[in-house]
Nanobody
Framework: QVRLVESGGGSVQAGGSLKLSCAAS????????MGWFHQAPGKEREVVAT???????TYADSVKGRFTISKDSTKNTLYLQMNSLTPEDTAMYYC???????????????????WGQGTQVTVSS
């Protein structure tokens, strides 16, 4: 059974940094597409970044140059390094797995099968 557990969220001031982690169990996450998504109150869940089995990454335009997605296969853990945070980054952040894709991850959250419980990120101005 797949289990994803996020951690690392918190409250920071604008310009600060956070590093989110997603510990995976029940499968080898490196074999499939994984992604980070965020969802603000009243808004639809949106992609932040994805990484495929080869390590190929994609980013939402709003986070390019500020966020970095990575994975450690030895620890079966996915990461999201977030720098230069702004209040607009405030949201619940989720990691997700798409077992239907190995390469070229889909940016649509509906493609992802398994989700963590989320970790809250709050950025104050």
């Amino acid at each position: 059974q797949v289990r994803l557990v996020e951690s690392g969220g918190g409250s920071v001031q604008a310009g600060g940094s956070l590093k989110l982690s997603c510990a995976a169990s029940g499968y080898s996450h490196s074999a499939y597409c994984m992604g980070w998504f965020h969802q603000a109150p009243g808004k639809e869940r949106e992609v932040v970044a994805t990484i495929d089995s080869r390590g190929y990454t994609t980013y939402a335009d709003s986070v390019k140059g500020r966020f970095t997605i990575s994975k450690d296969s030895t620890k079966n853990t996915l990461y999201l390094q977030m720098n230069s945070l702004t209040p607009e980054d405030t949201a619940m952040y989720y990691c997700a797995l798409d077992t239907k894709r190995v390469y070229y991850c889909n940016s649509n959250f509906r493609s992802f099968d398994d989700w963590g419980q989320g970790t809250q990120v709050t950025v104050s101005s």
